[in-house]
């Protein structure tokens, strides 16, 4: 066979396991469904902006080695993610942290926060979902101001019908930390993250605009093993059903301004307001760009998968899960093709953890230890 390995799309799971092949001397070919390389982590430069095409991409991670494995192909900047929350005409400090407790009740000190939240929390007994859970947690006025309305928006579900795992995604501070990540390690690569993954790929052949499904058995045919990136639904032929996942759409802005919003991202939180978030791309690399007489931004649309098309994150609601664990079954029986990432394990990964699960699928099939 020509190839070791055909890698059934170019995202971060995929680069990770054909950089891992080419230090072991194996030979990979690398299909893509769209027109452009590297999934969603794609970025390209625009009037001296790195833009992320399709949303922030913030590395963050505890895992030194995952950090510095990361390092070999970029260098990362210092950027820390520190979004803020405007509702109602009104910006707050976000997550919430001692600031947020300033600005709404006057509140200075961790002690006060904490007996104001003891105060505010909502008594509910064995909380069932994220409504739930959020009002048991930070009160009626937090969860109306912070949660609510976006949680709406993003997964057009009303709250007290999705899991609270949700919701404890978000960190609550009595400190005026804002920065939303508490990893030790955080950044993104200075030269964007298409760079980065072009030098985790080298040399290897990538063929964009080629759907695997036109002619499965003709790449099949060409390597040992298939690596597959792709929905795990749609590999199966969705003959238990389809998957769930919530989209996004992206309008993209050119404005003859140095600073529109004077931070990476703000969180539009109120359910009147269509956005979820704006995005200022130099934001996201030193001041220094300020200079630059203009800014692009990127307003985030929360949308059906059938409006769309391109998954973004599975809605791990209990009917999904039970769907997708039949699916698994069938991939533990495939002895050619080995499945990775958000979509193949329909699981919502941080990148740390696509490259982590990426490293540990290489090398077991590899017989490696890492």
Known sequence: MKYDYIIVGSGLFGCTFANLAIKNNQKCLIIEKRNHPFGNC???????????????????????????????????NTFTYKPKVIYQKEIFSFPINLMTFYQLWGIRTPTEAMAKIEQVKMDIKNPQNLEEYALSTI???????????????????????????????????????????????????????????????????IILDTNYFDNKDYWNSLAKKVIYTGPIDEYFDYCYGSLEYRSLKFEHEILEQQDYQGNAVMNYTDISVEQTR????????????????????????????????????????????????QYKKLALKQNKTIFGGRLAEYRYYNMDQIIASSISKFMKTNNLVY
Request: aromatic share 18%.
């Open 42 to 76: 794609y970025t390209h430069h625009l009037h001296s902006i790195e833009i992320h095409q399709y949303g922030p991409h913030i590395f963050h991670t505890n895992n030194e080695n995952i950090w510095n494995y990361v390092n070999e192909f970029d260098t990362f």
């Open 139 to 205: 009160g009626r006025e937090l969860y109306d101001i912070f949660i609510y309305g976006y949680t709406k928006k993003q997964w057009n579900i009303e709250p007290k019908q999705l899991p609270a795992f949700i919701f404890k995604r978000l960190p609550i501070r009595f400190t005026f930390d804002e920065n939303y990540f508490l990893d030790k390690y955080q950044g993104i690569p200075e030269n964007g993250y298409s760079y980065m993954m072009q030098n985790m790929i080298e040399n290897t052949k």
């Open 278 to 325: 704006i995005i200022e791309h130099k934001h996201f690399a030193p001041l220094s760009l300020l200079k630059n007489n203009k800014t692009i931004i990127t307003k985030e649309y929360p949308c059906s998968f059938q409006d769309n098309n391109i998954p973004y994150y599975p809605i791990n609601n209990s009917l999904n899960n039970n769907t997708y664990n």
